[in-house]
């Protein structure tokens, strides 16, 4: 792997994740962690967090369909979607998974996707594992390049998918880009997704706790 430049070293950090952080006995200022907020060493979340450890144990000890569906689970699903304003929330163990679960549970082979050509790579990632066979991609943040793509993704409509129904066209974006910074023109994406019948997911992963009076881009 080495050989071939595909070995990523990994730093290793000897400290709590914070604005400084130590590794390799170097007292680091830390300008890559996604820690905005500082709830990683926040002392009511570790003061919460020693409280369920204590209660629950360390882990579920199963999935969640099975024995490992934890009364803690469904509070913070509740409590996330009523801070959200949405029907319902589910948690995943990180941004990959959740893009991944998200866009394999929303389209199928024969449905359409259209996504921003800056998207994060667990989108990109989990195009190509949802096996979508017709993907288009529109310049980044460019909305009339994502009306002309969704001009042709339309006229795929006109042909029915094997049983008869007729393909989904999801539009994808991150909220924040997390390469730029550039914030999605979401208004204006909902609006092109309404008038030609397509459904929005956005990754958000950036924009949580920082947009939106906390609550994210939608907001």
Known sequence: MKEKGLYTPVRVLESAQGPWFTIDGKKLLNFCSNNYLGFAQDKRLVSAVIAAVK????????????????????????????????????????????????????????????SDELNHASIIDAIKLAQVKTKFIYKH??????????????????KPKSDGSKPIILITTDGVFSMDGDIAPLPEIVRLAKKYGAITMVDDAHGEGVLGDGRGIAH
């Not at 990959?96 to 996707?113: H, L, P, Q, S």
């Not at 009306?147 to 042709?152: I, K, T």
């Open 55 to 114: 209660k629950y144990g360390v882990g579920p000890g199963a999935v969640r369909p099975i024995s490992g569906n934890l009364k803690l689970h469904m509070e913070a699903e509740a409590a996330l979607a009523k801070f959200k304003g949405a029907e319902a929330a589910f948690l995943l163990p990180g941004g990959f998974i959740a893009n991944i679960v998200a866009i394999a549970t929303i389209v199928g082979k024969e449905d359409v996707v259209i």
């Open 141 to 158: 943040c460019d909305m009339a390049d994502l009306e002309r793509v969704l001009g042709e993704a339309v006229k795929l409509r006109e």
